[in-house]
């Protein structure tokens, strides 16, 4: 086990905990999770994500981590997920990792071979190619965005209209590189994890985000909503990333893959983790 990759002794400060977006999207995305989370007296910081690729995000946020002085709970969404998937191999204080519909590839995996292997992922049909100068040569290179008329029905389905449109303008586009790039060895392989997967992903995919929440033996909580689901569900997503708090100090106990949470009567409380409850109006727009 690669000792540069384990949970730091020290827990006796409080982790910070870091919320990284994805892709066509910003840090302002995860505005209402941070809201919730400094109410509860949480040290947050939702750093920029370059969206230029897989080694050159993943460095950038790893010099992001190394700066933070003490433990860290790492929080991807989307494409984040990849970004911390990578980043956390680089960084000795991160404790564990949440993925909220987000990617956790295996070291060589393209996300563009796992997107196209999704059933419930209509991204591809939606995407525009776009072109921006690298640095690197003459020739331009490609990045994606996600067509305005499609962007609700691919990406945010359960927000208002008004609010996808101002998300669908001021989205940011990715690289191809973040598609194209292999991922590399995965910080999930030896860190707990959390995941939280929702049941109308349509950019992801659910059946993606599922199956590698499953292989990265997290503990995963289902959702109805969309990709967006911490700007929709802001509540639950919050819940699930307090839980990860709570529990990075216990042991873990050997077992087979977690499956799915199941709610119980408490859960399904208004605003409960594992319910479709929660679903605060009061997101950001992104």
């Not at 790492?74 to 564990?96: C, D, E, K, P, Q």
């Not at 691919?154 to 292999?182: G, I, K, N």
């Amino acid at each position: 086990m690669d000792a540069s990759v384990q949970p730091s002794e020290s827990t006796t400060t409080s982790p910070t905990i870091v919320l990284v977006h994805g892709a066509f999207a910003d840090a302002s995305s995860w505005n209402g999770v941070v809201e919730r989370l400094q109410r509860e007296g949480c040290t947050v910081v939702a750093p920029p994500n370059p969206l230029r690729g897989i080694a050159a995000d993943a460095a950038y946020l790893a010099g992001v981590l190394r700066q933070i002085d003490g433990p860290v709970l790492l929080v991807g969404h989307s494409y984040g997920g990849a970004s911390i998937t990578n980043a956390a191999t680089r960084a000795s204080n991160v404790l564990g990792l949440v993925y909220v519909s987000g990617f956790a590839p295996d070291e060589g995996e393209q996300l563009i071979e796992v997107e196209n292997g999704s059933t419930d992922s209509v991204l591809n049909t939606a995407l525009m190619q776009l072109q921006y100068p690298d640095g690197q040569g003459a020739e331009p290179a490609v990045e994606f965005a996600i067509d305005p008329a499609l962007f609700r029905e691919t990406f945010a389905a359960d927000l208002p209209p008004e609010q996808t449109a101002v998300m669908a303008a001021t989205q940011r586009p990715v690289a191809a590189a973040a598609f194209t790039e292999p991922s590399g060895p995965p910080a999930w392989k030896n860190l707990p994890c959390w995941a939280v997967v929702a049941t109308g992903d349509k950019a992801a995919g659910s059946d993606v985000v599922r199956s590698m929440a499953q292989r990265a033996g997290a503990e995963i909580v289902e959702l109805e909503g969309s990709h967006v689901i911490m700007i929709s569900q802001p509540d639950a997503v919050t819940d699930v990333i307090l839980t990860a708090l709570r529990r990075l100090g216990r042991p873990r106990a050997a077992s087979a893959v977690p499956g799915p949470r199941t709610a119980t009567d408490e859960d399904r409380r208004p605003g409960a983790v594992g319910t479709g409850a929660g679903t605060g109006g009061d997101g950001p727009r992104a």
